[in-house]
């Protein structure tokens, strides 16, 4: 077989392979609840934006009173989210669930490719955390004729 | 698979009701509102809707077996008060039937007016302590009339999702039909922005609706309502609700 095509080939099963992995990732993402009961944390919602040169990612941390009880890290390349709850969290409605004591929430983003991590902010207010990371963006301008 | 749609009311529903209806969509103030007129107003479970379209999902509430979506009645003073509650979001292939069944039964019930509950999304929700409602309807007459009630009509812009087809079904089959929509949050569940709805709609059937409950519970409701809404904006997605921060071309 000609050398091209086998290389064509294994590019083919590289990208079949990847997107099937992202597909698997998804579908993960979508079944996985939002309590975490071994370790009593509950995965906040958020949300991402990308504004110029900056992402901006909102979590709500219902129950979090104080920014003090924030704690924002970046590791190994993601951001780490850890916020304590005014009160701890129960669950009656769900059967399952019920007994069950939440005290905190926990959350890992991958940080976008060139994020400044040292340029990092973060603000806190009703309730919402707002964290700007601004990115390093390869610019070339192109000729218009 | 086959489109069957049933709407099952086990009891009879006096003419002349006010059909309030609260759907999942952005922040949930559908059925955040719903859930609590049900609660304070004391109503009673009447009946389901029904379809093999649904999610299939049963719910259990003290022991007992619930419709996810599900209707509730009682009166307010003279008036009868019918309640739609949904506990799951309707797929965008659906939400033409289920339109027409909702005004179809409107119809039938000879309901005085068909009002919908819910939230329009904002990008500064974070900033708005008081969040604005407005009415829609595609008639002026109920548009002029919200506004002399004091509710600002929605002058510029879309509607989308399950409530644009409500209102368009409304309108063709001679229902009066409007849209009570406060200002929430896209993707977060808004209990304030619910609370905003309830006073925009005591004005509108002039019965008192105290949300001071809904206001205390605001930060718990935020908490249990996450799974829900997370499924729902799943749900959501080609509902048409996309549309909210377009500009129509008619304006461009």
């Known amino acids: ?29 979508l079944m996985r609840p939002l309590y975490d009961v071994e370790h009593g944390a509950l995965e906040p919602l958020y949300e991402v934006e990308r504004r110029g040169d900056e992402v901006i990612i909102r979590v709500d941390l219902a129950g979090v009173k104080s920014k003090d009880d924030i704690s924002l890290s970046v590791v190994d390349g993601k951001l780490v989210l850890d916020a304590k709850l005014e009160k701890p969290f129960m669950v009656s409605d769900i059967t399952l669930l019920r007994g069950k004591s939440f005290t905190e929430y926990h959350l890992e983003i991958e940080l976008p490719p060139g ?26 301008k192109v000729k218009v004729e | ?21 609260g759907l999942p969509d952005v922040g949930l103030v559908g059925p955040i509102s719903t859930s609590h ?34 209707i509730y009645g009682g009166y307010r003073g003279d008036d009868y ?82 409530y644009a087809q409500i209102l368009k079904e409304g309108y063709k089959k001679g229902l009066k039909t409007y849209a009570l929509l406060s200002e929430c949050f896209f993707n977060y569940p808004d209990p304030g922005a619910a609370a905003a709805t309830l006073k925009a709609l005591e004005k509108m059937i002039n019965h008192e609706i105290d949300v001071s409950k809904l206001l ?9 309502l996450r799974e829900f809404m997370k499924r729902t904006m799943e749900a959501m997605r080609g509902s048409g609700k996309e549309y909210e921060f377009t500009v129509p071309a008619l304006y461009a």
């Open chain 2, 37 to 70: 007129l049900v609660k304070t107003y004391q109503l009673e479970e009447l009946g389901y809707i029904d379809s093999p379209l649904l999610p299939s999902v049963i719910l259990f509430h003290k022991g007992k077996p619930h419709f996810p979506i599900r």
């Open chain 2, 216 to 224: 205390e519970q605001e930060e718990e409701i935020r908490i249990k």
């Open chain 1, 115 to 140: 994020a400044k991590e040292d340029e990092i902010k973060a603000s806190f207010r009703g309730g919402m955390l707002e964290i700007r990371i601004p990115v390093n963006i390869k610019r070339v």
């Open chain 2, 81 to 162: 008060i019918l309640v739609l509650h949904a506990d799951v979001a309707v797929p965008p292939a659906y939400i033409h039937k289920l339109a027409e069944l909702i005004v179809e039964k409107g119809l039938e019930l000879k309901v005085k007016e068909l009002v919908l509950l819910g939230g329009i999304a904002v990008p500064n929700r974070m900033k708005i302590e008081k969040p604005k409602t407005y009415v829609a309807s595609i008639s002026p007459e109920v548009m002029e009339e919200a506004e002399k009630k004091g509710v600002e009509p929605l002058s510029d812009g879309f509607v989308g999702g399950i």
């Open chain 2, 1 to 21: 698979m086959e489109e069957k749609w049933e709407f099952y009311l086990e009891k009879e529903v006096p003419e002349n009701a006010y059909f309030l209806v």
């Open chain 1, 1 to 29: 077989m000609e050398e091209w095509f086998i290389r064509y080939l294994r590019e083919f099963e590289r990208e079949f392979r990847r997107i099937r992995e992202e597909l698997a990732r998804m579908e993960e993402e």
